[in-house]
Nanobody, 122 residues
Framework: VQLQASGGGLVQAGGSLRLSCAAS????????MGWFRQAPGKEREFVAA????????YYSDSVKGRFTISRDNAKNTVYLQMNSLKPEDTAVYYC????????????????WGQGTQVTVSS
């Protein structure tokens, strides 16, 4: 599976962005999909995940209620709608594909996209 993330950019605090992650390959729908982020000098951290069916979603406490993850298996694409953005959301955001497991763990994901930069100004 190859993943291509897009949609990042510069936004003011309180604004919104929608990230997309397009996947190649016919096995997309068999994978859980996740979003992680990494700020300068920090470890990569879990943001959100969605099950292969799209029926189950998972969020970190820091984004719960502000971000929404979804997927369209017909388009081989997963989305991350980010609302009420804060300066502390500034990071490179990565999408990832993995088998069912501990969805918040980096180690649960086999494939990673190249990342897209999100910068939130105060």
């Amino acid at each position: 599976v190859q993943l291509q993330a897009s949609g990042g950019g510069l936004v003011q605090a309180g604004g919104s962005l929608r990230l997309s992650c397009a996947a190649s390959g016919r096995t997309f729908r068999s994978y859980h999909m996740g979003w992680f982020r990494q700020a300068p000098g920090k470890e990569r951290e879990f943001v959100a995940a969605v099950s292969w069916s799209g029926l189950s979603t998972y969020y970190s406490d820091s984004v719960k209620g502000r971000f929404t993850i979804s997927r369209d298996n017909a388009k081989n694409t997963v989305y991350l709608q980010m609302n009420s953005l804060k300066p502390e959301d500034t990071a490179v955001y990565y999408c990832a594909a993995g088998r069912p497991g501990v969805v918040s763990s980096v180690g649960a994901y086999d494939y990673w996209g190249q990342g897209t930069q999100v910068t939130v100004s105060s």
